[in-house]
């Protein structure tokens, strides 16, 4: 069981930067593979990005490829998503979540566990 609680979201402005990060309890952590998703009213949620449990595997959707950074620190339970070049189009409650699944990092149905998302907002 692990639980986890996002913070770092808020208003920025197209072109800027801002980085979420994602506290995870439970001294399991280090074996998730940790992914984030993000659902824009009305539309389904969406993958991000993903980070294997040793740190040596990302992936990243085509919409953020280049300007999105997953990182991990497993001493510190902490998932971090550095966002860059933010667009309108990024703005969306996101999610961090858990998975123990290593291959099918961008279905959410393969993450048991979520946090209570945080709203971005990108303005034009």
């Known amino acids: 069981q692990v639980q986890l609680v996002e913070s770092g979201g808020g208003l920025v402005q197209a072109g800027g930067s801002l980085r979420l990060s994602c506290a995870a309890s439970?001294?399991?952590?280090?074996?998730?593979?940790m992914g984030w998703f993000r659902q824009a009213p009305g539309k389904e949620r969406e993958f991000v990005a993903a980070?294997?449990?040793?740190?040596?595997?990302?992936y990243y959707a085509d919409s953020v490829k280049a300007r999105f950074t997953i990182s991990r620190d497993n001493a510190k339970n902490t998932v971090h998503l550095q966002m860059n070049s933010l667009k309108p189009e990024d703005t969306a409650v996101y999610y961090c979540?858990?998975?123990?699944?290593?291959?099918?990092?961008?279905?959410?149905?393969?993450?048991?566990?979520w946090g209570q998302g945080t709203q971005v907002t990108v303005s034009s």
């Open positions: 979540a858990a998975s123990y699944s290593s291959t099918n990092y961008a279905s959410k149905y393969e993450y048991p566990y």
């Open positions: 439970g001294r399991t952590f280090s074996r998730y593979t």
């Open positions: 980070i294997t449990w040793g740190g040596g595997s990302t």
